[in-house]
C-alpha cells in the first residue's frame, strides 16, 4: 500500500517556492547580487559587510478539504539588510533599487514553478523597520522590509509515499520500477498483514 505523507509534501511546496523565488532575486541583478537567506536573527551576530535579502514565511494557511489538492494561502516577508556605510548614509537609497529589483522578481508571472498561481502573488505593504525591540543595535543596519500574499496550489508535484515493503529488499523494489534515489518513496521495514497492491494510492 501507497500512503500519502501530507506535511512531507506541504513543506516541500514551501521550500520549493522559496527557491523559485531565490533563484529569481539572485538572477534579476546583473551584477553583485545580494545574497538571499531565510531569515534568522544570527545573522546579526557577525559582520554584515555587503546586501542581505532575508525570506521569512508569516502565515500559511493550509485547505485541507482534499486528499488529492494542496493549497494554500500565504503571506510572506522580504528584508533588505544594508551594512553601515561609514562614508555616507545616502548610499542607503540603494534599498530603494534594490526593493524594486526583488518586486520584479517576486512579481513576474512568468516564473516556470507550476506550484504557485502567478497572477496571485501581489504586494500589500512595506516599510522601513527600526529594530527597537531586537537584542542588536537598532543604529547598526538599514532595513526596508516588503511583505507578499500569494497562493500556492499543488499541481505536478511529485508526491511522496510511504512503502510498506512486506519483506522486498531496496533492490527488488528497484526492479518493481520504485526509484529509491529520488527522495520521493520512504521505505517503512514493518509487515503489512495479508496482500499488498504496489499499484494502489490512499
Same mark, same amino acid.
Given at each position: ?7 512531507i509534501?506541504?513543506?516541500?511546496? *514551501? /521550500? %520549493?517556492?522559496?527557491?523559485? /523565488?531565490?533563484?529569481?532575486?539572485? @538572477?534579476g541583478f ?9 531569515? +534568522?536573527?544570527a545573522?546579526?551576530? $557577525?559582520?554584515?559587510? $555587503? ?7 508569516? !502565515?500559511v494557511?493550509w485547505?485541507t478539504?482534499?486528499?488529492?489538492n494542496y ?19 545616502? +548610499? ?5 533599487? &534594490?526593493?524594486?529589483? &526583488?518586486? /520584479?522578481?517576486?512579481?513576474s508571472? $512568468? ?8 497572477? +496571485? $502573488?501581489?504586494?500589500?505593504r512595506?516599510?522601513q523597520?527600526?529594530?527597537?525591540? @531586537?537584542?542588536w543595535?537598532k543604529?547598526?543596519?538599514? &532595513?526596508?522590509?516588503? #511583505?507578499?500574499? @500569494? #497562493?500556492l496550489?499543488?499541481n505536478?508535484? /511529485?508526491?511522496k ?5 512486506? %519483506? ?5 523494489l528497484?526492479e518493481l %520500477?520504485y526509484? *529509491?534515489a #529520488? ?5 517503512n521495514?514493518?509487515q !503489512?498483514?495479508?496482500?499488498?497492491d *504496489?499499484?494502489?494510492? &490512499?
Amino acid at each position: 500500500m501507497l500512503y500519502i505523507c501530507r506535511k512531507i509534501i506541504q513543506h516541500m511546496i *514551501l /521550500k %520549493g517556492f522559496y527557491n523559485e /523565488k531565490k533563484n529569481a532575486i539572485e @538572477t534579476g541583478f546583473p551584477s553583485d547580487a545580494p545574497a538571499v537567506h531565510l531569515y +534568522s536573527d544570527a545573522i546579526f551576530k $557577525t559582520s554584515i559587510e $555587503t546586501p542581505i535579502v532575508m525570506f521569512k514565511y508569516d !502565515v500559511v494557511n493550509w485547505e485541507t478539504s482534499s486528499e488529492k489538492n494542496y493549497k494554500a494561502d500565504v503571506s510572506f516577508c522580504l528584508y533588505i539588510v544594508l551594512p553601515v556605510d561609514t562614508i555616507s548614509s545616502t +548610499s542607503y537609497a540603494n534599498a530603494f533599487d &534594490i526593493a524594486h529589483r &526583488i518586486d /520584479k522578481a517576486v512579481l513576474s508571472n $512568468t516564473n516556470t514553478n507550476t506550484l504557485l498561481d502567478n497572477y +496571485s $502573488t501581489f504586494k500589500i505593504r512595506e516599510k522601513q523597520c527600526t529594530n527597537e525591540h @531586537t537584542y542588536w543595535n537598532k543604529n547598526d543596519y538599514f &532595513i526596508w522590509e516588503i #511583505t507578499y500574499k @500569494t #497562493t500556492l496550489i499543488e499541481n505536478i508535484l /511529485k508526491k511522496k509515499y510511504i512503502l510498506f515493503n512486506n %519483506g522486498l529488499s531496496n533492490e527488488e523494489l528497484e526492479e518493481l %520500477g520504485y526509484d *529509491l534515489a #529520488t527522495g520521493i518513496i520512504e521505505i517503512n521495514p514493518n509487515q !503489512v498483514e495479508g496482500s499488498v497492491d *504496489l499499484n494502489s494510492n &490512499i
